[in-house]
C-alpha cells in the first residue's frame, strides 16, 4: 500500500515533494518522464540527481514515475564530450520545442507525458503534474520479458498495447536503457566532477503503430554490446500521439523482471 512520505532531496535549490497524507491511494499509473540532459552542463547534474531520486523513491501516491535520462550532443564541442550523447535524442528534443512552441531548446529540461515542459526546480509542481497526467492515461502497456540468454548476446521481450479505447491512431516506442550510468569527467565545465545517472538511453525506436480500437502485439530483441551487463538494463515501452504528442501509456521492465 501507498503511504505519504516525504521526498527529501539533498540537491540544492529543490524543495521536497508535498502533498496531503489524507488523499485515497488510487491505482497506480505510469508517466512518462523525459530528462534531456549532457555531461557538458554545469546545471544538469542537480537534475539528474533529482530524477534519481525520483526514480527510487517513486512519491506520489498513484503515479509510477518511469523516467528517461536522454543526454544531447550539442554540448559535446565544450570541452567534454558526453560517452552517453546521441544525435537522435537532439532531435527529439528539437521536436519537443517545434510542438510546444519554445524559443529554443535547453538543458536541463524535463517533458513530462509529451506534454508538459517543466524546468527543473518546484518539485511540488513536479508531483502536481504527475498526478494530472497519471490521471489522463488510457492506453494499457504490458511488457513481458521472453528471454535473457546473456551467453547469446540477445535480450528478447514482448510489448503489448491494448488501443480498445482509442479514438485516434497513436506512435509505439521502446527505449532500452542503462539501469545505472556513471562517468569521471575530465574536461569541460563539469570537469573535475563523477557524475551519477539512471535509466541512461541508448537506443529509442518506433517499433509499430497502434490503430485505433485495435490492440497491439510485437517481439523486440537487443544485441547486446560486448561486456554489457543483461542486469544493468531497464526497457520501456510507451505509446505517444504523432507530433511527438501527448504519451498515451507507458510501461517499465528489467531483463528478467516484469514489471
Not at 515542459?117 to 513481458?144: C, F, H, N, W, Y
Request: hydrophobic content about 40%; some cysteine.
Amino acid at each position: 500500500m501507498w503511504k505519504a512520505v516525504a521526498l527529501l532531496l539533498v540537491t540544492a535549490g529543490m524543495a521536497p515533494l508535498n502533498y496531503a497524507a489524507d488523499v485515497p491511494t488510487p491505482a497506480v499509473a505510469p508517466v512518462l518522464v523525459e530528462l534531456f540532459t549532457s555531461e557538458g552542463c554545469s546545471s544538469c547534474p542537480p537534475a539528474d540527481a533529482f530524477i534519481q531520486q525520483l526514480d527510487r523513491s517513486q512519491p506520489v501516491p498513484g503515479v509510477q514515475a518511469i523516467v528517461l535520462s536522454e543526454h544531447v550532443d550539442y554540448w559535446d564541442h565544450i570541452g567534454w564530450k558526453d560517452p552517453y550523447s546521441s544525435h537522435l535524442v537532439t532531435e527529439r528534443q528539437g521536436a519537443y520545442a517545434r510542438v510546444l512552441g519554445l524559443d529554443t531548446v535547453y538543458t536541463p529540461q524535463m517533458i513530462v507525458d509529451g506534454t508538459t515542459d517543466l524546468r527543473v526546480g518546484s518539485s511540488q509542481q513536479t508531483a502536481e503534474i504527475l498526478r494530472k497526467a497519471a490521471a489522463a492515461m488510457t492506453i494499457p502497456v504490458r511488457i513481458t520479458a521472453l528471454s535473457t540468454p546473456a551467453s547469446a548476446g540477445t535480450i528478447r521481450a514482448h510489448i503489448e498495447a491494448d488501443g480498445a479505447s482509442s479514438a485516434r491512431n497513436a506512435d509505439i516506442f521502446v527505449a532500452w536503457a542503462l539501469d545505472h550510468a556513471e562517468s569521471q569527467v575530465l574536461r569541460g565545465e563539469n570537469g573535475g566532477r563523477r557524475l551519477t545517472h539512471v535509466a541512461v538511453v541508448e537506443s529509442l525506436t518506433k517499433i509499430g503503430t497502434l490503430q485505433k480500437g485495435k490492440s497491439f502485439s510485437q517481439d523486440v530483441e537487443l544485441k547486446l554490446k560486448p561486456g554489457a551487463d543483461p542486469a544493468n538494463l531497464r526497457l520501456i515501452a510507451f505509446v505517444q500521439d504523432p507530433g511527438p504528442g501527448k504519451v498515451l501509456g507507458a510501461a517499465l521492465s528489467k531483463p528478467g523482471n516484469q514489471r
